[in-house]
């Protein structure tokens, strides 16, 4: 296997390839609708990485991008489509400020149980969705879907009730300050606090203007512990022999029923700590009657599966997409082009990476035909080596016919010689015998 495809069985090469995809059809589009392309990228960009706000701000949109979309990759381990996360990151968004507007502890205490409360929700949501799955085999999409409404529906009643509406407005009260986790919500608007950042502009413009807040910190930390959770654990191993084959799970003594309410409490766990997360790191730190969706739960389906559904994949995704919807809004101000050019980008994204099976399979192909490449090749050479080989062997057998042929002739020629001269005592003989004809001839006479 040649490095090149190694490199396309990767699963970042799909992601990278189906980026550049995307925006390249962003550029036809914006093409046919008599915008440049360049200039739209550029102001792009712009909009998402030009200044230090504008960095903040891209962290904390990803936020709960990253968490939505670390309980939906975590779900699918398991063979499960959470697309429940948007009710369950709305369960979250209530239960922690119901917790955070009633108790008001000092902050060690107060955040833990405000972002726990807030888990919980998802948690309870999440696991009633595992509950239907295991003991009545109903679909997870089905039911997640009417329970999405039923948490907006939830949010809407807690807002409207008397406990929790603030008066003269459509939303709840707020919740109290020790529940913030915002990074240095007090000093760095004081007096201190600004003149110190004087000094400083990026890191003024980058804390001051924005509500920059320890929730990317935790995400990240949950990106880990799920990654290590899935690949490290026995329970991480049961999820997903579960997601793989539950038949086979089941025959080898694994309970399916308590890995699939384990799996979706956890995921809608995750999906309610972005909720409370949320609520804690940025304004307005309250909820309000929701007429659709704030779209931060079915965000995190796409960032899970631009990240191949990896937790740790998940934190440049949710960068990614929180870059191009920050990067979006500036391309409409500044250029009046439509928004919904960054949707269609970002759907397309997401089409591809669904289809990323295609890029290994072309490297599969890719080496297949190298194979069959080489394997004729080889063919060649070893039929070349057999016919000279048996060149060789011809060569050989008709040299030795020649010299047999040689030695025959010479051994011919040797007898004719022998027969041509006698040998000595034959001679001396024969010339005895005539000597004593000689005598006796003369006795005679």
């Given at each position: ?7 396309l069985?990767?699963p ?6 189906a ?18 392309p360049i ?10 990485l030009?200044?230090?706000n504008y ?14 979309g670390?309980?939906?990759s975590?779900a ?16 979250g ?7 955070g507007?009633?108790?008001n ?15 919980l ?22 039911t ?6 039923i948490?907006?529906?939830f ?22 300050e ?48 799920v990654?290590w ?11 997903r ?7 086979a799970?089941?025959?080898a ?5 308590k ?10 766990g ?11 790191g ?7 009657t ?30 990614l ?7 979006g ?11 919904e ?16 099976g ?9 080496e297949?035909?190298r194979?069959l ?5 080889q ?8 016919a ?8 050989s057998?008709?040299?030795s016919?020649?010299?047999?042929a040689?030695?025959t002739?010479?051994d ?10 006698s ?9 005895a ?13």
């Amino acid at each position: 296997m040649t490095v090149f495809t190694k490199i396309l069985k990767k699963p970042i090469t799909s992601a990278i390839v189906a980026i550049i995809i995307g925006f390249f059809v962003a550029a036809i589009v914006l093409g046919v609708a008599g915008f440049n392309p360049i200039e739209a990228f550029a102001a792009l960009f712009q909009g998402a990485l030009g200044r230090p706000n504008y960095i903040s701000n891209v962290i904390i949109k990803a936020t709960p991008l990253l968490l939505c979309g670390i309980g939906i990759s975590f779900a699918y381990k398991a063979g499960l489509f959470n697309i429940g996360a948007e009710g369950q990151y709305i369960v979250g968004t209530v239960f922690a400020m119901m917790v955070g507007s009633q108790l008001n502890f000092p902050a060690p205490l107060q955040i833990p149980l405000v972002i726990l409360a807030g888990a919980l929700g998802g948690v309870l949501l999440g696991s009633f969705v595992g509950w239907l799955k295991a003991r009545f085999g109903i679909h997870e999409v089905i039911t997640s879907i009417m329970c999405n409404w039923i948490a907006l529906y939830f949010c809407n009643f807690i807002v409207s009730t008397d406990t929790f509406h603030r008066a003269n407005s459509t939303g709840s009260i707020m919740v109290n300050e020790s529940s913030y986790t915002m990074v240095l919500p007090q000093w760095k608007l004081s007096d201190e606090g600004l003149s110190t950042l004087s000094q400083i502009p990026w890191l003024r413009d980058f804390l001051v203007r924005t509500d920059v807040n320890f929730g990317i910190v935790i995400a990240v930390i949950a990106a880990f512990v799920v990654a290590w959770l899935l690949t490290r654990t026995k329970d991480g191993y049961e999820i997903r022999a579960v997601g793989l084959n539950r038949d086979a799970a089941q025959f080898a003594g694994i309970s399916v029923s308590k890995n699939i309410v384990l799996c979706m409490a956890i995921s809608g766990g995750l999906c309610g700590l972005a909720g409370a997360l949320s609520i804690t790191g940025t304004q307005p730190h309250a909820i309000s009657t929701l007429a659709a969706f704030e779209n931060n739960g079915f965000n995190g389906l796409s960032v899970a599966f631009i990240a191949g559904c990896s937790p740790i994949g998940c934190i440049p995704a949710s960068l990614l997409f929180a870059g191009l919807i920050s990067g979006g809004q500036t391309v409409q101000q500044t250029l009046g082009a439509p928004s919904e050019v960054i949707d269609i980008m970002i759907g397309t994204i997401v089409f591809f990476m669904a289809l990323g099976g295609i890029v290994p399979a072309i490297a599969d192909r890719i080496e297949h035909r190298r194979t069959l490449t080489i394997g004729e090749a080889q063919m060649a050479e070893a039929t070349d080596a057999v016919a000279v080989d048996e060149e060789d062997a011809t060569s050989s057998q008709s040299g030795s016919a020649d010299t047999s042929a040689d030695k025959t002739n010479a051994d011919a020629d040797a007898a004719a010689e022998a027969s041509r001269v006698s040998p000595p005592g034959e001679e001396d003989a024969t010339d005895a015998q005539d000597d004593v004809s000689r005598k006796e001839a003369d006795n005679d006479r």
